[in-house]
């Protein structure tokens, strides 16, 4: 039981570290991940990493919190678990707790007001960079070109529930990729 | 009930959300706009406060729209406001982990999951690329796309700090600096005598 207390208290410490020290979110934590999950602590090993972003990417939710789960639960079951994501959660929710109250307090000043005019347009170059990391790892081919226009023009354009278009392109995925794999048995 | 609403909402983005961070922009900005919590202009201003803060954008994203919309009810409100979104956000992706952690082996290999993804991965992409759009209107356009534009020294001006941290961002340089960056010419730009 104190053995069992002590190693859910490592985890939360261990994201909680990782937490507080990643800016960005998701794959900026990854290289903090493997110093302290594998190289420090040996909870997983290196290939475990690997197939854990893989699994990251395709269940739902952040990815940062995706891998701390699966992480603490190797570590140390389900308690393993929750402690690694309430670890990694805890720094961010204090943080911008704290920074709620002041950016209403600073937002009717001038200069704050001048410095987010070009924050904006410096964001929405952070975000076309992220646009083309995504495209580069998206699969390419037909299916995936007409998903990718179809979910964009439907988000963009129509007042479709976001909801929708997502199910909608995975149901469409799954079915292209059955009828692939029918045609090359054939 | 504001914070059983504030949990199902973000209980919602968390569940519809896959391959994280910008990814869930769009479901943010349809849930969170149209309830009302958010203007378009405070969203994109958080995005860079999310940026230079460490920690998962939707987490990060969550906590604040909870501490905003909580605050009604004073200081207690808006942390429990912000314990609520945190939580719906948070709760998909752990009962699902936990889920996955059972059955890692079948998980990994099954091909159901590999086609699911083969249509989640494009449509992510699409995705992202309606939120550029919204974010382009409001970075650089933000009374809406006319020909007046072409007369309006701010257009200029947001169009050279675009262009700046394009380049930059291409560079691989962080974030954060292209973040401060972008603040400092816009204090500049505010107080040019244009």
Not at chain 1, 29 to 50: F, H, R, S
Not at chain 2, 146 to 162: E, H, K, R, V
Request: contains cysteine; charged residues 10%; hydrophobic residues 55%.
């Amino acid at each position: 039981m104190k053995e069992k207390l002590k190693n859910c208290f490592e985890v939360f410490w261990t994201f909680f570290k990782i937490g507080a020290f990643t800016f960005g979110g998701g794959y900026a934590m990854v290289p903090l991940i493997q110093k302290e999950a594998v190289v420090k602590k040996g909870w997983i090993t290196d290939d475990d990493i690997l197939e854990i972003i893989a699994i990251a990417e395709s269940t739902p939710g952040p990815i940062a919190i995706n891998s701390a789960t699966f992480v603490g639960y190797r570590a140390a079951g389900f308690f393993g678990a929750m402690s690694a994501t309430l670890g990694v959660v805890l720094p961010s929710f204090v943080v911008i707790l704290a920074i709620s109250y002041i950016l209403e307090e600073f937002q009717s000043f001038k200069p704050v007001q001048y410095a987010f005019f070009g924050i904006r347009a410096g964001v929405l170059a952070l975000v076309i960079k992220a646009l083309w990391t995504m495209y580069k790892k998206c699969p390419k081919g037909a299916v995936s070109y007409i998903l990718l226009a179809a979910s964009f023009v439907l988000a963009a354009f129509t007042d479709i529930n976001v909801i929708f278009v997502i199910i909608g392109c995975a149901v469409f995925g799954l079915i292209s990729s059955i009828i692939a794999e029918r045609r090359l048995k054939q | 009930m504001i914070f059983l609403d504030l949990f199902l909402t973000f209980f919602k983005i968390g569940a519809f959300t896959f391959g994280g961070g910008y990814a869930m922009l769009p479901l943010i900005q349809e849930e969170v706009i149209s309830h009302g919590w958010m203007t378009q202009d405070l969203l994109v201003n958080f995005i860079a406060v999310s940026e230079s803060t460490p920690g998962p954008f939707a987490i990060n994203m969550a906590t604040y729209v909870g501490s905003q919309v909580g605050g009604a009810f004073g200081v207690w409100g808006s942390i429990f406001g912000s314990f609520c979104a945190t939580l719906g956000t948070v709760l998909p992706s752990f009962i699902v982990i936990l889920i996955v952690a059972q059955f890692y082996e079948k998980f990994k290999s099954s091909k159901t999951v590999k086609g699911l993804m083969s249509g989640l991965k494009p449509a992510a992409v699409g995705l992202i690329a309606s939120a550029v759009l919204t974010i382009a209107t409001t970075a650089l356009a933000p009374a809406g796309w006319s020909f007046g534009l072409l007369t309006s020294p701010d257009f200029y001006a947001s169009l050279a700090i675009f262009a700046l941290g394009a380049v930059l961002a291409f560079k691989k340089k962080h974030p954060i600096l292209i973040i401060l960056l972008s603040a400092g010419l816009g204090i500049i730009w505010g107080y040019l005598p244009v």
